[in-house]
């Protein structure tokens, strides 16, 4: 676990607040993040158990044909 150098103050009408260098407030945040992204990959992976997949080597075959298939015209 990281150990910070933080500081407790209390402003005159009594609220409390920690102070912390800003270089241990960075890598706390980073922290946050990677752990939020963390979570909302692993929700996603649960939620998508029960999709069909399609194997990666069939996604290239059918992305080859669409490179090998003449432009389509565009309206404009």
Known sequence: MTKLKTQLWTNPAGK???VLPEEDFIRMSELI???G?????KEAIASDTNEASIPLEEVKRQLALQRKSPARKRNG
């Open 37 to 41: 992204l963390s979570r909302i990959l």
């Open 16 to 18: 409390r607040f920690i």
């Open 33 to 35: 993040e990677d752990r």
